[in-house]
């Protein structure tokens, strides 16, 4: 069981960079395999990063986001730069029990409530 709580969304213009954190509350936070998603209004929910022992990101993402993750605070960070109007999304931190990275949300067991990030042209 774990519990996670998304910050750090906001307004930034195109070109602007944001950092999100998403805090873990959980005795065993440290095995678990965290993951970034997104849903854009009217859209699927959509991969954007993961961490485990590796990392993997959405081809729309690379170069642009970095995911990490710092265990003695219990925490997963997005550093997203060069962001664009399409990077607009609520953004979603999930944490997948015992497990390897995956970009497939349905192998995800917990998930934030979403953080709001909005870039402007």
């Known amino acids: 069981q774990v519990q996670l709580v998304e910050s750090g969304g906001g307004l930034v213009q195109a070109g602007g960079s944001l950092r999100l954190s998403c805090a873990a509350s959980g005795r065993t936070f440290s095995s678990y395999a965290m993951g970034w998603f997104r849903q854009a209004p009217g859209k699927e929910r959509e991969f954007v990063a993961t961490?485990?022992?590796?990392?993997y990101y959405a081809d729309s993402v690379k170069g642009r986001f970095t995911i990490s993750r710092d265990g003695a605070k219990n925490t997963v960070y997005l550093q997203m730069n060069s962001l664009k109007p399409e990077d607009t999304a609520v953004y979603f931190c999930?944490?997948?029990?015992?497990?390897?990275?995956?970009?497939?949300?349905?192998?995800?067991?917990?998930w934030g409530q979403g953080t709001q990030v909005t870039v402007s042209s």
């Open positions: 999930a944490a997948r029990r015992g497990s390897s990275a995956t970009k497939d949300l349905t192998e995800y067991d917990y």
């Open positions: 961490i485990s022992w590796t990392t």
